[in-house]
């Protein structure tokens, strides 16, 4: 990693962006021109309580990898899960950055550009990296005010009205499991609050089958392979960990495997014994690799048995 990119000690990591809301932060290097090979966009949901030092690790990757790129942060913090009002609030000042390009995008009728010989080529304008549920949780709720911006200028639809784009996911999604959800609660709270957390998801889930409906990390994984979005996704890429104890990682080749059922361009990279948002880490080489592949679209570095979808008797 490129020195320049490091954050200088004794600052705040995330202090070099624009802080927008307590859950939005927002980096545009407007002296550089923007290169042609760069996202025009990095939007990036992190996990759930996603610690800020973490946070601009990843942001200074994005940053060496794609430095004429603007990047939009959107944070999970915990208390947003609870409140998702107020995350939704939050959010509102990421609508006009989002909305900008999806007015751009709607003005046209396909996302081309001209290639070097004079054709029409469909490119990616938008690098999506979403991580864990919590990043997944958030998508869906920026899909849903996108679709009610668009409604108010009589408009429609959400994350589709976007340009073109190509979505990394990291750790994720994973389907409702007891255990995995009491484990993802508690990471960043005191051992006395277990059972008040047990209770929550006992309440949660009472609440969702008097109202027949399926648990919100199934509604999340369904919807973000929703049939509708594929006209705008170029493609996905799954990163995922065996050893993840808050994800299991099958869940993901599920995921992985009714994404591509349902038309999108799908590839899967498995980091055996790697943890929960912690591939990076554990192989970063291979990681930033994987996601400079995925914009690029560069499907040969990943082995057969990683594009390997695996079929499983889940119901999301």
């Excluded at 202090?15 to 939005?24: A, D």
């Excluded at 006992?202 to 969702?208: L, R, S």
């Excluded at 979808?309 to 119901?315: G, N, R």
Aim: charged content about 25%.
């Amino acid at each position: 990693m490129a020195s320049d990119y490091n954050t200088p000690s004794g600052t705040a990591p995330l202090g070099f962006m624009q802080r927008l809301s307590p859950t939005v932060a927002y980096l545009d290097p407007g002296h550089v021109p923007q290169a042609a090979s760069d996202p025009e966009l990095i939007l990036m949901l992190s996990w759930m309580a996603a610690r800020d030092e973490h946070i601009a690790k990843y942001i200074a990757r994005y940053r060496a990898l794609f430095p004429t790129s603007r990047i939009l942060l959107i944070r999970c913090p915990l208390s947003r899960v609870w409140l998702p009002w107020i995350a939704r609030r939050d959010m509102r000042p990421a609508l006009p950055i989002l909305g900008s390009l999806a007015d751009k995008a709607a003005a046209t009728t396909t996302d081309t550009d001209t290639d070097k010989n004079g054709g029409a080529s469909q490119r990616p304008r938008v690098l999506v990296q979403m991580f864990s549920n919590g990043g997944i949780s958030t998508a869906v709720h920026l899909k849903h005010m996108l679709a009610a911006r668009r409604s108010r200028s009589g408009g429609s639809g959400g994350l589709e009205t976007l340009p073109r784009y190509v979505l990394v996911l990291d750790s994720c999604p994973g389907y409702f499991r007891w255990r995995n959800t009491h484990r993802a609660l508690l990471q960043t709270l005191p051992w006395w609050t277990s059972p008040f957390m047990h209770a929550a998801i006992a309440v949660a889930c009472i609440y969702h089958a008097l109202r027949r409906l399926p648990a919100a990390q199934n509604q999340n994984a369904s919807a973000i392979r929703a049939p509708q979005l594929a006209a705008r996704e170029c493609r996905r890429t799954y990163l995922y960990g065996t050893a993840d104890d808050m994800v299991y990682y099958r869940d993901v080749e599920d995921n992985a495997r009714r994404a591509e059922e349902a038309g999108f361009v799908v590839r899967l990279e498995r980091f055996e014994g790697a943890r929960h948002v912690a591939i990076a880490r554990a192989e970063p080489e291979r990681y930033w690799r994987a996601v400079r592949d995925a914009w690029d679209g560069d499907r040969s570095s990943g082995s057969s048995d990683e594009k390997k979808l695996v079929e499983l008797d889940v119901e999301a």
